[in-house]
């Protein structure tokens, strides 16, 4: 039997199919997608579902990190453009939890979508990659990805694309994922967003420097509500190095701390 794939709870009240699109790590568009579109779309959302069935089975994975291609970062030397955290329900079905910038505005919301609605867009490639946290990450996880107030503790509602990943102006999708690990992992400590990027220097995390020039953040600036650069500091800023917070560098920190294993690619 078929899997079907159907949107669940919709966190903070945000719209998922409402007169504003949400979208994020892949572009915005005004077009509605194509049958073909759709049905690249769910055929890799029913082989990613496969791929976590097969891992929940073999060793119980109950939650992992997901990501998808949305758009073409290969210029910034990034593969991977929007991360997730995905568990798996009592029922069977993987739900995804997380943030999506509303098209063509300076703010965003945190979803809880299906697997179908994940991969459901026009994306850059075809593929997800998805890492397994280990048994005791996935346990302090899991409660948080569940709960709607605990997933959106640290969400704040201003999107920059290109958020500084220490700076707390903004906070892009990528940088909600990695902050809510740290409230989960310090659920004590951890209660503010400061406090969470404080973890996660204290973890090793090290941001992706993107190289990014001054008429291309003009332009940004300028053309889209959701690129700003401003809180970056200027001296970083103006020699063209913009760390933020990107899936790469996401998933490469988490392997190599052992808070997850290698990525796993599926096509």
């Known amino acids: 039997m078929k899997r079907r794939f159907t949107v669940s709870l919709i966190i903070a009240s945000a719209l998922l199919l409402g007169a504003t699109a949400a979208q994020a790590g892949r572009r915005c568009e005004a077009a509605k997608p194509t049958p073909q579109v759709i049905e690249r ?4 959302a029913q082989r990613t579902a496969a791929a976590l069935d097969a891992a929940h089975a073999r060793d119980g994975t109950r939650v992992v990190l997901l990501a998808r291609a ?3 970062l290969t210029r910034y030397g990034q593969h991977w453009s929007h991360v997730a955290w995905a568990y798996r329900t009592p029922e069977g079905p993987w739900r ?3 943030k999506l910038n509303e098209c063509g ?3 965003a919301a945190v979803y809880r979508q299906g697997l179908g609605e994940f991969f459901l867009d026009d994306l850059w490639r075809h593929e997800a990659v998805w890492a ?3 048994p005791e990450v996935q346990a302090r996880l899991l409660p948080v990805l569940q709960a709607n107030a605990q997933a ?3 969400h704040v509602r201003p999107y920059s694309m290109v958020s500084y990943a220490w700076g707390e102006k903004y906070q892009q999708s990528n940088q909600w994922a990695l902050e809510t690990l740290a409230a989960a992992m310090e659920p004590v400590s951890v209660r503010q967003r400061a406090q969470a990027q404080a973890w996660l220097r204290f973890k090793g995390y090290e941001p992706s420097v993107l190289k990014i020039g001054p008429l291309t953040r003009l332009g940004g600036r300028v053309t889209a509500a959701n690129v700003a650069f401003d809180d970056h500091p200027p001296e970083k800023r103006f020699s063209d190095r913009i760390e933020t917070v990107t899936v790469d560098s ?3 920190w988490l392997e190599r701390t ?3 294993g290698a990525p796993q690619v599926t096509r």
């Open 70 to 72: 949305g758009q073409d």
């Open 105 to 107: 505005t300076a703010v």
């Open 96 to 98: 995804v939890v997380h």
């Open 250 to 252: 996401a998933l490469a």
């Open 258 to 260: 052992q808070l997850a």
């Open 132 to 134: 397994v946290p280990t």
């Open 41 to 44: 779309g769910l055929n890799l």
């Open 152 to 154: 959106t503790q640290l």
